[in-house]
Structure formats: structure tokens, C-alpha cells
């Protein structure tokens, strides 16, 4: 069975419960696993890799490599 039919299976089977403990605990268990998750892939950087990116950022500034935030704007709302 591949994921997507697992997800609605589960999905159904969430719908018939009718205990609000059981949903409360569900709901915890989903919000704990997630946080998890982020956990492990979100790392701090490291002071130095902070120092590169601002030393960057300047660069870029100084270089012209900007956009003004409102002709980004302008570009984003094109996107829609």
C-alpha cells in the first residue's frame, strides 16, 4: 500500500473517533513527532558560517548583486 492510501486510510479512521482523550493524545503524539523531526534538520549555524554570510551580504551590497524590497514586490505579484 503506498503512502498516499495509508494517509487516507488513517484519515478515515481518525474521523470515526469519537473519544476526545484519544484525539488530544493523538494530536500531541503528531505535534511531539514533527518537532522531532524539525530537530533534526534544523541545525544552528556555526559562528564562522554567520560571519560568512554577513561578510557576503555586504559584498553583495556593495557589488549592486540588491533588489529594492518593492520591486520585488512588484516581481512577486507578476508570480500570481
Do not use: C, H, T
Not at 52 to 64: C, F, N, R, T, V
Amino acid at each position: 500500500m503506498d503512502i498516499g492510501a495509508r494517509k487516507l486510510n488513517f484519515v478515515q479512521e481518525f474521523l470515526r473517533i469519537s473519544d476526545e482523550e484519544l484525539v488530544d493524545k493523538l494530536e500531541k503524539f503528531l505535534r511531539a513527532e514533527r518537532m522531532k523531526k524539525v530537530d533534526k534538520e534544523v541545525k544552528p549555524m556555526s559562528m564562522n558560517e554567520f560571519n560568512q554570510m554577513i561578510e557576503k551580504a555586504e559584498d553583495d551590497a556593495e557589488s549592486g548583486r540588491v533588489i529594492d524590497a518593492r520591486e520585488l514586490q512588484k516581481k512577486v505579484e507578476k508570480w500570481k
